[in-house]
């Protein structure tokens, strides 16, 4: 307790004095227990570090529904059932409010949508889902699936509605069509997400508590009946409800349980934020919800090590190479993460570059953060980049060259890559950013259901027992798609809250 006390007020501290984080920074993508945000690092380009929020004193021991964990999905999860009549409260054990969400930096997927329409491209609900059935190795669970892609589309014009505006595409790793949905600007998509989801909590009087540490969800004659919260370091408060939705995220960041499901994988850094933590996985096995997967954990490939940062898919969607450290490319950039990682751990120093121009770096405003953190190695030609990152002049420009000419001719004679080729890489400056795979995202979870029920493994449900966004297993099977994990919080957690309040009403 005292060393999350002491966590907290250093997060505080920094926050206040103008620490400005951004989507991606010391630790991955789920929450923990009331978990959601940072710490230190993870302030935030969203405004979350400035919110007001709601006073420990105004804490009521009875609502509709408890939310646990005030990310993407524990905010989505509120606002869809405050829509249907609910009361509901989001509690979360972080200093403030966010999560993994606010790490997110490529975009949301979603297929048949206005936005994509309007750009003239042509997409499939059935096509996202082969392809990301296709992504996970075929061990997606296809019920979940289903639900997903047929339901995307509808979600971003459920973000729109509330002025959370995505209309600026973009292609990740396995997609064969623009379906990653941003900013209009370009910028990483948690800060913003997160900040307009934070505002229609407050405009729909949403009460949303933080420092609040759920630790125990209450059952009583078999149903879900609300929590126990602990707050102020000591002081604990039993609050009873109709139904609790556990919005926690995932373990990215509890070195324990990576040890014990996954022990190669000790060493690696993570880009999951300090309370991605497990325990909302655990307070639900509690209660007899059982979980999958929980060995199947994402290592993203392009992770900044020191310290660790995401650095988003949507730099190599606009363009952007892989390098070795003899100045060569070595796999198709935008095939899967799990495949991309396992070729930048057979290169030398299991390391490579990022390599791109001023085009790129344009197109994505996110990299003015990874600048701003000093991570980019910049240059005004290509063999001045080659010279600072102690790498053959000749032997880049060769690559770059070669690079050029495929785009041109549309087809990558080396690696078959077939997407983010819009752009020739010569545009002045050239940048470089060293990277190596880094713990990203935690496919295993709980059990659910598509209409975000907690499944017994009798297959029984847990009544009044609810979860959506990372802490759940399944639906990405072996290996998560770029973009899949924001759509799948606001998809999830919105249709959480709709299902939640059927079941109460």
């Known amino acids: 307790m005292k060393t999350r006390a002491i966590t907290a ?4 501290v920094m926050l206040t004095s103008g620490l400005v984080g951004c989507g991606n920074s010391n630790t991955t993508k789920k929450s923990s227990s009331s978990s959601t945000t940072s710490s230190k690092k993870t302030a935030v380009t969203s405004g979350a570090s400035k919110t007001q929020y709601s006073s420990m004193k105004d804490l009521k021991s009875k609502y509709d529904v408890i939310i646990i964990g005030a990310g993407g999905a524990g905010m989505s999860a509120a606002l869809a059932a405050k ?7 989001i509690l979360e054990k972080m200093p403030v409010a966010g999560g993994n969400t606010l790490k997110a930096s490529s975009g949301m997927n979603a297929s048949e949508t206005s936005v994509q329409k309007k750009a003239g491209i042509k997409d499939s609900n059935e096509k996202f889902y082969q392809e990301t059935l296709a992504g996970g190795h075929g ?6 699936l289903r639900f997903f892609v047929n339901h995307s589309a509808s979600a971003v014009d459920w973000l729109d509605s509330m002025g959370i505006k995505l209309t600026n595409l973009t292609i990740t790793g396995g997609m064969s069509v623009k379906r990653t949905h941003r900013p209009a600007d ?3 998509v948690g800060g913003y997400l997160v900040s307009g989801l934070l505002k229609n909590v407050k405009k729909q009087a949403i009460p949303i508590y933080v420092n609040a ?8 004659a078999g149903k879900v ?3 126990k919260v602990t707050f102020d370091q000591d002081k604990t408060k039993t609050i009873s409800s109709k139904a609790v939705i556990v919005t926690t995220g995932g373990f990215g960041a509890s070195k324990a349980m990576i040890k014990k499901y996954r022990p190669d994988l000790v060493k690696y850094v993570t880009t999951n934020q300090a309370g991605s933590t497990g325990d909302g996985i655990k307070m639900i096995t509690a209660l007899g919800g059982y979980t999958v997967d929980m060995n199947k954990i994402q290592i993203h490939p392009t992770v900044y090590q020191k310290p660790p940062y995401l650095i988003g898919e949507a730099v190599r969607g606009e363009g952007g ?7 060569k490319r070595f796999t198709n950039e935008m095939g899967t993460r799990d495949v991309v990682s396992a070729a930048i751990n057979k290169q030398a120093g299991k390391d490579a570059y990022v390599v791109f121009d001023g085009g790129v770096k344009k197109r994505v405003t996110a990299i003015n953060q990874y600048e701003k953190k000093k991570m980019v190695v910049s240059a005004d030609t290509v063999a001045g980049l080659a010279k600072k990152l102690d790498m053959d002049a000749s032997t880049l420009q060769a690559t770059m060259k070669t690079w050029n000419d495929d785009v041109k001719a549309k087809k990558d004679t080396a690696y078959k890559r077939t997407t983010g080729m819009d752009h ?3 545009t002045p400056k050239y940048y470089a950013i060293k990277v190596a795979p880094g713990i990203h995202y935690t496919m295993g979870g709980v059990k659910i259901n598509p209409q975000t029920e907690v499944l017994k493994k009798s297959g029984q449900t847990i009544p009044g027992l609810y979860a959506a966004g990372e802490v759940t297993g399944g639906l990405h099977g072996d290996n998560r798609i770029g973009g899949n994990s924001i759509a799948e919080v606001v998809i999830f957690g919105r249709q959480a809250g709709t299902q939640v309040a059927k079941y109460i009403k």
């Open 83 to 89: 829509e249907k009549g609910l009361k509901p409260v």
């Open 424 to 426: 020739q890489l010569n």
């Open 186 to 188: 370009g910028s990483a």
């Open 225 to 227: 009946s609300g929590v």
């Open 9 to 12: 007020m250093t997060t505080i």
């Open 321 to 327: 190479i892989l390098v070795n450290q003899g100045g």
């Open 213 to 220: 540490d759920v630790t125990k969800i209450n059952e009583s």
């Open 139 to 144: 061990t997606n669970d296809k019920k979940m």
